[in-house]
């Protein structure tokens, strides 16, 4: 056999050999990676926390959900070889108190139920709302009292307290929608 006869004989196993990757990775993609109706639990301790499939918010924890809504597929691979088609992206869960959790999904990662422990401040005290009295009935709405700050310093002022861990999303969410009633 001459070398350039070795050389396309070596390059026809390889072939081969990738084509026949390539299908048994894609087959499995039908089974796993593709099922919409595939439910995942996810539990947190402490619970509440907040979860996010790249980025994009989830759930809060305990909740249900399809990993094929959330995360996306495509082919993973290794230095060396491609792995095949699978589920891919990060999962995190956040709370505030809490340090935030982080992990790469696959889909082993996501053929079972997941839990996760958080690491807590014990010391942590969210920041309190304070309660809006409610007018008696039949009483005439007052007028809203004078504010020191502009809006933009008190939208600024609650997103640096979100920022910090200080206040929940919803927490925030609700504030900066006050703020923004005033205007």
């Known amino acids: 056999m001459t070398s350039a006869q070795s050389c396309r004989h070596g390059m026809r196993a390889a072939m081969l050999a990738c084509c026949t990757l390539l299908l048994y990775g894609c087959s499995s993609l039908g089974e ?4 919409d109706s ?3 639990r996810v539990v947190s301790n402490p619970a509440g926390a907040t979860a996010y499939a790249d980025g994009n918010e989830i759930g809060i924890t305990p909740f249900t959900f399809s990993p094929g809504k959330a995360f996306r597929s495509g082919f993973a691979s290794s230095d060396s070889a491609i792995i095949g088609y699978r589920y891919v992206g990060k999962l995190s869960v956040k ?3 809490c340090r935030d959790y982080f ?3 696959d889909d082993n990662l996501l053929s079972k139920d997941i839990h996760v422990q958080l690491e807590c401040d014990p010391n942590y ?4 709302q304070p309660a809006s009295p409610t007018p008696p009935a039949g009483s005439a709405p007052q007028a809203r009292p004078a504010v020191p700050e502009s809006a933009e310093q008190r939208l600024l002022q609650i997103e640096g307290l ?6 929940s999303d919803q927490e925030y969410r609700q504030l900066r929608q006050r703020v923004l009633d005033t205007l």
Do not use: F, N, R, Y
Request: no cysteine.
């Open 162 to 167: 979100h920022d910090k861990g200080l206040l």
């Open 103 to 105: 992990t790469e999904v």
């Open 38 to 40: 595939q439910q995942i």
């Open 125 to 128: 005290q969210p920041v309190a």
């Open 32 to 35: 796993l990676s593709s099922s």
């Open 95 to 97: 709370k505030p108190g």
